[in-house]
């Protein structure tokens, strides 16, 4: 009896065979193969599906979602909102250390969305990191 294979488990097949010989260059090169062209690595710029989740495979942020869409923490480790819901603290997780080794921070935290939400920096996503002008407290609490 002869069956036919589709082309997805072929692919699966090939993938799994790659992965199998993953150690023998896994110290030199990431080789990714897509289906179309991601235009930009920085995930304040994506404004598409694919550039978006490229940048999602090597950035993280302070909170992600999960399966069913609630809030979960990644790089905080916690946060309050104060009762009238103006005033949000957001604990760090501690230890964490950016691929250079620079610490990761309240001012790394603030430098970014300073960055994400300034419309000089011409960045696609800006509007979707309003912040309040009212100037933002960093506090180092160790």
């Known amino acids: 009896m002869t069956q036919r294979v589709s082309g997805k488990w072929l692919l699966a097949l090939g993938v799994a065979s790659a992965l199998t010989a993953a150690p023998a260059f896994a110290a030199k090169d990431v080789v990714v193969a897509v289906g179309s062209n991601f235009t ?3 995930p304040y710029d994506a404004n598409d599906t694919l550039s978006q989740a490229v940048a999602k495979s090597f950035y993280q942020g302070l909170f992600g ?3 069913e ?4 923490n990644v790089l ?4 309050t909102v104060s009762p009238d819901g103006l005033v949000y603290t957001i604990k760090l997780h501690p230890g964490v250390k950016f691929q ?3 610490e990761f921070n309240a001012e790394a935290v603030k ?4 960055r994400a939400s300034n419309p000089e920096n011409h960045l696609k996503r800006y509007n979707l990191y309003k912040i309040s002008p009212a100037p933002r407290r960093l506090t180092r609490q160790r």
């Open 76 to 79: 905080a480790e916690s946060y």
């Open 40 to 42: 930009t690595l920085d």
């Open 111 to 114: 430098a970014n969305l300073d």
């Open 69 to 72: 869409m609630k809030l979960q």
């Open 65 to 67: 979602l999960d399966k």
């Open 100 to 102: 250079d080794g620079t």
